[in-house]
């Protein structure tokens, strides 16, 4: 069953704003990993971020995790046309063994 | 990183037709599995290969319709049997290394049954 909740479902921006993804889920996790589509082809593994860690930058990337709150959050700056794109968080749940479990994901849409 | 291999890219099928994907890993990897994406929807795991042994299926997915095999640990195949238009969804195989960190996936096979 889906654990990831994203919001908001759809994100439309203008080049060079920020965007900012938000994901909760339900169980405990090893980690949160949050992962690109670009139009129904196969995903591309943005960055992973550990339980035991509250945030992770890469490049343009910024994500944090609250496991309080069991919610995380995917921060790309400066936005560019070329990250439209829609965006899933997925966690590994406690006891797993790799398998993940999706959100059902952000369509970010960035206007040139 | 792993590379990933999935055959075919795309599929146009007739109902009641089965189709097998295949999976091919460039390196020994611990864990493959397999999900689908139905139109517009989130990603659902479908199963777990296991090599050598039986798939375990998540429920809501059944050997009957969905099976699996993993000869060995860089291969696996998915076999849709006996397809409706609702089987209408893109496949993938993904795989987790050995420290069982982030997944990679492969491209995905869409499939239309029509």
């Known amino acids: 069953s889906q654990q990831g909740e994203e919001d908001p479902q759809a994100l439309s921006i203008q080049e060079g704003e920020n965007a900012t993804m938000n994901c909760s889920y339900k169980?405990?996790?090893?980690?949160l990993q949050w992962y690109r589509q670009n139009s129904g082809r196969g995903l591309v593994h943005l960055i992973l971020?550990?339980?035991?860690?509250r945030e992770k930058h890469s490049g343009r990337l910024r994500v944090t995790l609250d496991t309080s709150k069991k919610s995380s959050s995917l921060l790309i700056t400066a936005s560019r046309a070329a990250d439209t794109a829609s965006y899933f968080c997925?966690?590994?749940?406690?006891?797993?063994?790799?398998?993940?479990?999706f959100g059902k994901g952000t369509k970010l849409s960035v206007k040139p | 990183s792993a590379v990933i291999s999935q055959k075919p890219s795309r599929d146009i099928c007739q109902r009641g037709t089965s189709l097998t994907i295949q999976c091919q890993v460039d390196?020994?990897?611990?864990?493959m599995f397999w999900y689908r994406q139905q139109p517009g929807q989130s990603l659902t795991l479908i199963a777990t290969?296991?090599?050598?042994?039986?798939?375990?299926?998540e429920s809501g997915f059944v050997i009957d319709k969905f099976p699996i095999s993993r000869p060995n640990l860089t291969f696996s195949t998915l076999t849709v049997s006996n397809m409706s238009p609702e089987d209408s969804s893109i496949y993938l195989c993904?795989?987790?290394?050995?420290?069982?960190?982030?997944?990679?996936f492969g491209q995905g096979t869409r499939l239309t049954v029509v």
């Open positions: 390196s020994q990897v611990t864990m």
């Open positions: 169980t405990s996790i090893n980690n």
């Open positions: 997925a966690t590994d749940p406690r006891g797993s063994q790799g398998n993940l479990i």
């Open positions: 290969a296991n090599q050598g042994s039986e798939a375990t299926y």
């Open positions: 993904s795989v987790v290394g050995l420290l069982i960190t982030e997944a990679f």
């Open positions: 971020i550990r339980s035991n860690e």
